[in-house]
């Protein structure tokens, strides 16, 4: 279990079984964003300042790479070969994993998005436009915007299923509506209301539940 000290630029590592911290490692940055790659192999970090991609192997809590990045970042999210990390200027940067090379800056196309996934297979990612009331699709090796999905919210968070073949979305407004995106097929599944005020969300894969 990571930790992310944004106060102090730290992350602590944990063992979640005996309860105790086992490191710290210093980040020597702003951190904006954090996520493991979906094998668990390297932790990622989005630093605003500097504005850079820090690469931490798992296995020793080593940095491996540290990448730079034209623009402070404010999030983040991995597969098992990439990361992908929204910039403050509105840009989509990939680094590849593990080599932390910089593939590519994409422009979002959607103002300043705010939310970003990863299709399971890693193959696509997607991001929340709540400027354009969108959802926007990248071929993740490319870089390429594959489609533009129009929603009646303006998206702000993702929640995918066990499967990975739903996205759930819920709004910056606090909207009473629920959006469900098929990753797979690029496309609007359902929209319905799921009482009111909706936030955060998480899934039970085993039992098939969105809380």
Partial sequence: LYVICSANRTVVRI??????????????????????????????????????????D?????????????????????????????????????????EGALLGINSSGSGSPTAIDYRKDGKTLFVASPETRQIVSFDSTTGAMLARLPVPIRPARFCQSGDGGQVFVTGADLDARLVIFSPYQNQIDET???????????????LNLLF
């Fill in 15 to 56: 063992d979640p079984f005996n309860r105790k911290i086992t490191g710290r490692i210093a980040a020597n940055g702003v951190i904006a964003g954090a996520t493991l790659t979906s094998d668990g192999a390297f932790l990622a970090l989005a630093l605003s300042q500097p504005a850079a991609v820090v690469l931490i």
């Fill in 58 to 98: 798992t296995a020793n809590d080593a940095i491996v790479h540290r990448v730079t990045l034209p623009n402070p970042a404010k999030t983040i999210a991995g597969s098992s070969t990439q990361v992908a990390v929204l910039l403050d200027s509105g840009d989509l940067a990939r680094v590849s994993v593990p």
């Fill in 192 to 206: 319905f209301y799921a009482g009111h005020s909706l936030f955060g969300m998480a899934v039970a894969p085993v």
